[in-house]
């Protein structure tokens, strides 16, 4: 996928539709193009909640167990009522 489309996307409503392609992804099995949208989320947003949860869940599957938990815990610093986020930290082995 090229970046060109989503390089205009930077107001918020352009960063979840972002995320929307992230999840559909995501959903769809394909794990590389969804750690890459969220990666261009978090680079715009570093703070964004949904970004952080799903790049945390992608990279705990890849292998990085570690790097996945810090990436949820971050998700949780920024919105400590995510019980979703909560449980994949505390269930992520």
């Known amino acids: 996928m090229s970046d060109a489309p ?9 960063l979840a539709e972002i995320m929307r392609l992230g999840l559909l992804h995501f959903r769809s ?11 261009q ?3 715009r947003s570093p703070e964004n909640a949904e970004a952080l949860h799903l ?9 990085d167990v570690d790097g996945g938990i ?8 920024v919105r ?12 992520t082995p």
């Open 6 to 14: 989503l390089n205009n996307l930077d107001s918020s409503n352009g």
């Open 29 to 39: 099995g394909r794990a590389a193009e969804a750690e890459k949208l969220c990666g």
């Open 41 to 43: 989320v978090i680079s």
């Open 55 to 63: 790049l945390g869940i992608l990279t705990a599957q890849a292998g």
């Open 70 to 77: 810090e990436l949820l815990r971050r998700c949780v610093m």
């Open 80 to 91: 400590p009522d995510w019980s979703a986020a909560i449980r994949q930290i505390v269930t």
